[in-house]
């Protein structure tokens, strides 16, 4: 049984998610698999663009973000997963060497109308580095199994006849 | 000197890339090291899940999104990153052996105010199977490099006094 369910999820609840440190090696890496811009790929290379130096991929800090808030809250969880994030955005470089961290806030919830077993949590993540500066802002509808009832062997037991 | 500059994109453009097709290993992969969600990193407990089987992580479909992106119209551009994704929606499942394609449709385009070697493109990327069902739907402000002006060499030459 996950430790969290949804009715444990309340507006104005904060969770500290991370430390996670990435370095220039992990950075390139993602790149060569997915982003091969050069900001993301080259030191030298990177150091021409506007970003001037070896920055991570916007879609690296994304998935770096999913590990905090896994391993922080997610993976004890009744998590029934996400429908989308109505919106990101990227607002300062990730560099090798930054330990970042996640700041998630719950903004509110609500219980799914058609799904009884579930309910929606509406959170924003802040994703900050060790100076903290916010480097990511994203919000997110997660959906989140409900507590089970208390089954009949939980409870109070009836007299036997 | 990339192909293509700011100067180039136009509202109700449309640009396809890809394809990409995606393996199980590729899904476990990602997932353990960013998303180690049940769904996306076993077979088995996948099945117990509400996605019914293995399915790659949102963050994955993202990130091979940007790949086909970046092959099939960024690398050869003056792309200078992106702000953020005012909307992210994980539409359907992405399962292992599918075969990922973009449809990248220019909303609307606008040039810096406040950099005059820059413009804004924004743009609608909807990442399909090879059934044509929508997995997901994202928009994006892009920023490119403007055009060079043509430098005197190009252009008609004086006559020599």
């Known amino acids: 049984m996950p430790k969290l369910h949804w009715e444990d999820f309340f507006a104005g609840q904060v969770v500290e998610c991370g430390p996670l440190e990435v370095s220039a090696e ?8 997915f ?20 920055c991570a991929s916007g879609w690296h800090t994304c998935a770096m973000m999913m590990r905090m808030v896994a391993d922080g809250l997610v993976l004890d969880s009744s998590s029934m997963g996400a429908t989308g994030c109505p919106e990101v955005k990227w607002l300062a470089p990730v560099r090798p060497g930054d330990r970042l961290r996640v700041r998630v806030e719950v903004l509110d919830t609500r219980p799914s109308k058609s799904r009884p077993e579930m309910g929606f949590v509406n959170a924003r993540f802040d994703t900050l580095n060790a100076h903290g500066v916010r480097v990511m802002t994203l919000t997110s509808h997660l959906m989140f199994g409900r507590r089970p009832p208390a089954s009949a062997a939980d409870g109070p037991r009836a007299a036997a006849p």
């Open 35 to 54: 982003d091969p811009q050069p900001m993301h790929l080259d030191e030298a290379a990177a150091c021409a663009t506007m970003m001037g130096g070896l």
């Open 26 to 33: 992990e950075i390139k890496a993602f790149a060569a698999a």
